[in-house]
């Protein structure tokens, strides 16, 4: 039996990520999604949800004041732009509290949460390797990026470059907000200004890495932590 979750949130794009999240995630389904809390109040009275993920931060009514509205809300996992309001989610007994954007990864990892409590029976998450994906946005819109064909991620002041099997991608990131989007197990930070995919280094010395023929400085603040993994994988 799957989870039935709605979606509030007054930004579509957000809403769209989380329904791309849900369709690769077998154990969830979508039964509704509303841009407002107060359409939120309103389908909760006539349906049957069991998990909501709730935007904190929306014009009128915020969703924090939303749960303190309801009589016996179904499990939450707060959803926001602001790493402030995370103590606020939290207040609230949330299962977990998601920063936007908010990447596979971390959304599988919030989802496993409500499986412990019971909400489902116990089920595997993992997604392929050459199936995950995170979502970066450029040219006024969202992107959907396959980790798998990620080389390495370039910093360009407020912006990062996105290097991929195929064109490259320009988003509006720092490239710190871009690592923390990133599985740490797959890519690390080799330079302030560079993001390497581990899997795609083919050479690498004490002072760059080679992703194909191209050569990547190792800065002296990360130089060690570089040795150490590329070592490890070898």
Known sequence: MKIR???????????????????A????????????AMGAFDFLQKHQIDLMFLDIQMPTLKGTELLRSLSSPPKVIFTTAYREFALDGFDFNAVDFLLKPISLERFLKAVQK???QNLAPAADLSVPESKRFAYFRADR???KILLDEITYIESL?????IHCN??????RHTITAAQEMLPHDDF????????????????????????GNEEIPV????????????????
């Open 157 to 161: 002041k407020d912006y990062v470059k």
């Open 141 to 143: 819109k969202t992107i």
């Open 114 to 116: 409500v499986v412990q």
């Open 5 to 23: 979750c709605l979606l509030v949130d007054d930004e579509p794009p957000a809403i769209e990520v989380l329904k791309a999240h849900i369709a």
């Open 188 to 211: 690390i930070r080799v330079h302030r200004s560079f993001i390497v995919a581990l899997n795609k280094v083919t050479s690498y010395s004490n002072h760059a890495v080679f992703v």
């Open 219 to 234: 800065g002296p603040l990360h130089r060690n932590d570089v040795q150490k993994r590329l070592a490890f994988r070898s």
């Open 25 to 36: 995630t077998p154990l969830l389904e979508v039964a509704g999604e509303c841009h407002h």
């Open 166 to 171: 195929g064109q490259p991608v320009i988003t």
